[in-house]
């Protein structure tokens, strides 16, 4: 186990260096208290909102020892940073690369050329094409401005060719662009295939609108026309010249008609790939697609089909997939039979060498299939747990411990200070980022390690969590499931009937303990509440709540999200494979693949059949945390109760 200190240091400066470096911070006789500092540097802060740059130099002295004052020379150095030097500019980066902002820097310097037309210190700075669409419309323009159009127009015509809107840095860029003549009608027949692959129908309308030709014009009409009507796929194929042109509007369009109808597409295939000489490469692409969406087919013909293609598939997804569809429909011959189709490296995975021993056991091979799972126990997996519940062996896994070695942490005192710091001030999504910053930087596993067991000294649950994965410290159970907010999550399981481990081990999944964590969906804290779903929950459980700013104060959001979950366990006779799946996927779903199951599997035959790959390793995932949990708290409990055991799903 990491050592921990006798007596975690309080979150104060002084304290936090004496831990690292065995020393405090250098005081002087007119030194400001801490509490001075951190008013000094809101008062900074005011300054540069106002662009007073002389009165915050003026007062720099003051805070030159607080470690957030490279925040405010970072603000300072933006403000009118196009009157500076591309030199200038370089050595602020290389003198602050041990901070997150450096690599905003240089952004921020472009954007800023840009707009004020300083194209030549533009390019002076940028030698090279940037990354982002943005900062690439600009660097091809200033090359244009300086007078490289060949170059220029290079960049205009790759940039134009995309299926989405560009950016309006492009603007000018493609408007000198246009003018000489450059933006062709096959061009603008090229950009509207994209425009058809990426499904974008007003795109498609309006490069049709920029055809000048009789005959582009047609060729444009058409291809709108297919991609409104793809069931006049086949029609399209034979009637239009075989050529890559017209050859991917056909594999575009079956694939939009094998969303809309799979048989129907099935139906189509051969005399569309024969019309247009699709080669067999392609052919297995368009199969597999129809394939992928043929899997739960009631249609005995487009079944057949679907696993005539998939026998010839290199797509080791979809003959999982189809492995799966065995699994749910109980049909153990086939179960081996897709396992053998799949590669070999994919066969002997724990996953797959489980559902071959259940299926020999199904098929009255009991010896040779208890064998099979014999072998997968005893390792940190949820496939080996399921192993050993099918053979009626204990559960056991590697685990591995850590002693804090401090010496190795201590070339990262200054950033540990200022990850301190801001977390003290509530500053959190900036901390996270000097950790992954930090964490991206250190060079070798063992200091990622240290600061991994370092982070669990402070009690930074989220930033030790983040680098036990960055450091693939997959034994270190402790590192990697710290008992974070135990008050809350145990008041709130009294109160809802809910096993405490449950609710941290669902805490630990959706957000890694990350209090402030915000999905791209709209899910906050904790336990990923979406604030539509905190409203419904607490106008059913009359629990006050005032807004979606309130999801990431921990001791509401996890009251919110334990009566969520309280509902759907209810609802699903306190069941958590269903609830689990429900939190993740939404009931519905979760009604879905119970009617295609129809009551006929096991409880782990229903993990392995749900579709979503996200949802059926979410499921796993808290049933595995749940079982870390308890032997780390030593808390009695079984990997599945006895009536999720007895449930037919």
Not at 176 to 184: P, R, Y
Not at 287 to 296: F, P, Q, R, V
Request: aromatic share 12%; glycine share 4%.
């Amino acid at each position: 186990m990491y050592r921990r200190n006798p007596s975690r240091p309080q979150r104060l400066l002084v304290g936090l260096c004496t831990l690292i470096c065995g020393a405090t911070i250098p005081l002087t006789s007119h030194a400001l208290t801490l509490k001075q500092q951190r008013d000094r540097y809101d008062a900074a802060q005011t300054m540069l909102d106002k662009r007073q740059v002389e009165r915050y130099q003026a007062m720099r002295s003051e805070i030159a020892d607080y470690p957030l004052t490279p925040y405010i020379d970072y603000r300072a150095f933006l403000v009118d940073i196009e009157k500076r030097s591309p030199n200038e500019v370089k050595r602020f980066v290389a003198e602050h690369q041990d901070f997150p902002f450096a690599n905003r820097v240089g952004p921020r310097y472009l954007l800023s050329l840009a707009m004020n037309d300083k194209w030549s210190t533009f390019l002076e700075y940028q030698t090279h094409e940037p990354k982002g669409e943005t900062y690439q419309c600009h660097y091809y323009y200033a090359n244009y401005k300086v007078g490289d159009r060949d170059l220029a127009f290079q960049g205009a015509e790759k940039l134009w060719l995309s299926g989405h809107s560009v950016s309006n840095a492009c603007d000018d860029l493609f408007s000198a662009w246009k003018s000489a003549g450059l933006q062709t009608d096959e061009l603008i027949l090229a950009r509207m295939v994209k425009a058809f692959e990426e499904r974008n129908a007003s795109m498609m309308r309006y490069l049709k609108k920029q055809v000048t030709g009789s005959k582009t014009s047609q060729q444009a009409q058409a291809m709108i026309a297919l991609f409104n009507d793809p069931a006049s796929v086949a029609s399209f194929a034979k009637k239009s010249p075989k050529s890559a042109f017209y050859r991917q509007q056909t594999y575009l369009a079956m694939r939009a008609l094998t969303r809309r109808d799979a048989d129907q597409a099935r139906q189509a295939f051969d005399g569309v790939v024969k019309a247009q000489d699709f080669s067999a490469e392609q052919q297995q692409k368009i199969a597999d697609y129809i394939a992928y969406y043929s899997m739960n087919t009631d249609s005995k013909a487009l079944a057949q089909w679907r696993d005539e293609a998939i026998k010839t598939t290199q797509d080791t997804n979809l003959i999982a997939r189809r492995t799966r569809l065995a699994i749910q429909n109980a049909n153990w011959r086939e179960v081996k039979k897709w396992i053998d189709h799949l590669p070999e490296a994919e066969q002997i995975s724990l996953r797959w060498q489980y559902w071959y021993g259940r299926a020999d056991i199904a098929l009255g091979y009991p010896t040779k299939g208890q064998q099979r799972l014999e072998k997968i126990v005893g390792q940190r997996n949820f496939y080996s747990v399921a192993a050993a519940s099918a053979i009626h062996q204990s559960i056991h896994y590697p685990t591995q411990t850590l002693t804090l070695n401090e010496q190795l942490i201590k070339p990262y005192q200054s950033t540990l200070v200022r990850i301190d710091e801001l977390i003290a001030r509530d500053k959190i999504a900036a901390a996270k980022s000097e950790w992954q910053w930090l964490l991206l930087n250190v060079d070798t596993a063992d200091k990622k390690e240290m600061l991994a067991a370092y982070a669990a000294t402070q009690h930074w649950h989220n930033l030790t969590v983040t680098a036990s994965i960055q450091a693939k410290m997959w034994d270190h159970l402790e590192l990697r499931f710290p008992a974070a907010h135990q008050w809350w999550f145990n008041f709130y399981g009294e109160k809802t009937g809910i096993d405490p481990v449950t609710l941290m081990s669902l805490a630990r999944q959706e957000s890694a303990f990350d209090a402030k964590a915000r999905s791209p969906v709209g899910a906050r804290g904790l336990m990923q509440i979406m604030p539509a779903t905190a409203k419904y929950t607490a106008r059913k459980y009359k629990l006050s709540y005032n807004g979606g700013e309130q999801l990431f104060d921990v001791g509401k959001n996890i009251e919110i999200g334990s009566r969520y979950l309280e509902g759907l366990l209810k609802q699903y006779d306190n069941n958590r494979i269903f609830a689990f799946a429900a939190y993740n996927a939404g009931p519905n779903r979760v009604k879905t693949w119970r009617e295609r199951t129809q009551g006929k599997l096991d409880a782990y035959a229903f993990i392995e059949a749900i579709p979503f790959n996200e949802t059926r390793g979410y499921v796993q995932n808290i049933l595995m945390f749940e079982t870390y949990y308890r032997d780390l708290l030593g808390v009695d409990g079984a990997f599945l109760n006895q009536h999720e055991i007895n449930t037919k799903y």
